[in-house]
């Protein structure tokens, strides 16, 4: 404990170090209590008990001054001069700066200035700027650090804790910004603007935002002037590290691109803090005036404007944003006649309702399309059912209509023939008929089909049902069925084999009377002279003779 006293005398810890460096670091010149409002808002609800304001702020803020002072013996911050109401000013030397620049994981070489000499002046400007981040951050209490605070204390910090969120960080805010229309960014030129405060807050929807603060003391021509320089900021083109021309400002800050034909340049807000000579209320008109050419966008057949490199002009008065948060209707833009939030304010809520409306349009005619294409298909179908109802076959014996798998059996074909042996009747009459074909034949074959012994081994029937003569009708007897039916080596071929006995011995003196005097015999030898024989040619020839 010792050794900790010596090196921090107040008794500073780590955490009250660490939210000085990262509020200096962020708004280069800050007092105690707008320190201790970002970096420790709990405390803004203790000592509630004290008997003056002055004494419950400097009972709340006894840690980060135990800080500051630790850390101005550590050489990283100093005293700044004070302000009109006689707050100390502190702001972070070189070295505090390169400290902060880890607490707030940016560049060294984009920390800035040290801010000293911002309090020779009373340094009103910068307290309105920092009024403004804390307007804009609304720093919600840690609940548990309150949890043996009085019940009072904590319905307090649990109201503050239920209003309206703010926006970003600390980290989230960037002070005294140069936006060099020449030169470089490390070395401006002349012509440029510089920004009060530059807000990059993607993850609550606001990539970037650039501010001004006013303490009503220009005049509405000194705001456009200074409109014109961030106009000519936007337009500026460099040369990025892939060698293609790109905008200055896209090159240090990532934005989304812009939709086909509307890509607006960065928006920025305009913070009236009235404690100046001048009327915001008579100043805003004349200043929407003098810059219409700058906002003013392209409206479109469906109500909406197109903002195609245009700078979105936002107006806000700091007691507004004080009260009511970056979530309440109090910001302007410039071409419109209703307040509203500022992601309203910063957008395009009528175009992207005509975009909903234009994808749910597009959507209900997809549907329609679908619609129509499956009501076709439908009826398509349906046609082509009654159509093919239509050719199903209709059986020859009962007049049922066949089944798809009898249709399909029935059609089939084996080398351009039938396989059905009954096409044209259904399952059942097909069944009927065959068996009525098969048993006749069958009872016949077993009463008049006796083997025979004399039949040879080589011998064998072609037919296994009973021939009938193809002249007179009459089954074949058992005799003639064999003998016209015998096939073999050695076994001669019947003339007439479809014919029966009677009719073949009928043929048979048929032709005799027609021929007398000769035999079938004869008649075949002499067909068989009358054909010349026939020179064989090469050695096959010689060979047959």
């Not at 280069?28 to 004290?50: E, M, N, S, Y």
């Not at 059996?409 to 059942?428: F, I, R």
Request: include cysteine; aromatic fraction near 6%.
């Amino acid at each position: 404990m010792a050794g900790k006293r010596k090196t921090n005398p107040a008794g500073s810890t780590n955490n009250y170090r660490g939210d000085v460096l990262r509020v200096l670091g962020a708004l280069k010149v800050a007092t105690a209590d707008q320190i201790q409002r970002i970096g420790a808002p709990h405390l803004t609800f203790r000592h509630a008990d004290k008997e003056t304001p002055s004494k419950q702020k400097q009972a709340r803020t006894a840690s980060h001054t135990g800080a500051l002072s630790d850390m101005r013996k550590h050489g990283l911050s100093e005293n700044g001069g004070s302000t009109e109401t006689g707050d100390s000013l502190r702001n972070l030397t070189p070295k505090g700066l390169e400290a902060a620049s880890y607490e707030l994981r940016r560049p060294a070489g984009e920390m800035g200035s040290t801010a000293r000499g911002a309090g020779s002046s009373g340094a009103s400007h910068p307290m309105a700027v920092n009024e403004t981040v804390i307007a804009m951050l609304r720093p919600k209490p840690n609940m548990t650090k309150l949890a043996d605070d009085p019940p009072h204390v904590q319905a307090a910090a649990q109201a503050a804790v239920d209003s309206p969120d703010g926006i970003g960080t600390i980290a989230s805010y960037w002070t005294e910004v140069p936006l060099p229309a020449t030169g470089t960014w490390n070395a401006p030129g002349k012509g440029g603007a510089q920004a009060d405060l530059v807000l990059t807050a993607p993850q609550d929807q606001v990539p970037l935002l650039f501010i001004e603060v006013d303490n009503c003391h220009e005049t509405a021509e000194e705001l456009a002037t200074k409109l014109e320089k961030y106009a000519r900021f936007f337009r500026r083109k460099v040369k990025d590290t892939d060698g293609r021309e790109r905008p200055m400002w896209r090159t240090r800050w990532t934005v989304p691109e812009g939709r086909y034909g509307d890509a607006p340049y960065p928006p920025v807000l305009l913070v009236f803090n009235r404690i100046g000579e001048r009327n915001p209320n008579r100043t805003v008109p004349r200043l929407q005036e003098l810059t219409r050419h700058l906002w003013q966008g392209e409206r479109q057949r469906g109500g909406h404007h197109l903002y195609d490199r245009k700078i979105p002009i936002i107006a806000t008065g700091l007691n507004q944003l004080r009260q009511h948060g970056p979530a309440g209707p109090v910001f302007l833009r410039f071409g419109r006649n209703q307040m509203q939030p500022l992601l309203e304010a910063i957008g395009n809520p009528r175009l992207e309702a005509a975009e909903a409306r234009e994808y749910e349009e597009s959507k209900a005619r997809q549907a329609q399309y679908q619609a129509q294409v499956r009501r076709v298909a439908q009826e398509q179908a349906a046609k082509e059912a009654a159509e093919r109802e239509a050719r199903r076959p209709v059986c020859a014996g009962c007049g049922a209509k066949f089944t798809d798998a009898r249709w399909e059996a029935a059609q089939a074909t084996d080398w351009g023939s039938p396989k059905d042996s009954h096409p044209q009747l259904c399952d059942g009459c097909k069944d009927k008929a065959s068996a009525a074909a098969v048993g006749p034949a069958a009872g016949t074959r077993e009463h008049q089909e006796p083997e025979h012994a004399d039949v040879g081994q080589h011998d064998f029937r072609r037919n296994t049902r009973r021939p009938v003569c193809a002249q007179c009708g009459a089954d074949f007897t058992d005799e003639r069925w064999r003998a016209t039916d015998r096939v073999g080596w050695g076994t001669a071929q019947e003339p007439r084999p479809t014919l029966c006995g009677d009719c073949d011995q009928r043929h048979e003196t048929d032709w005799e009377q027609t021929w007398p005097g000769g035999t079938r015999r004869d008649q075949d030898q002499e067909q068989d002279q009358a054909v010349p024989e026939q020179k064989g040619i090469g050695w096959l020839s010689r060979l047959r003779r």
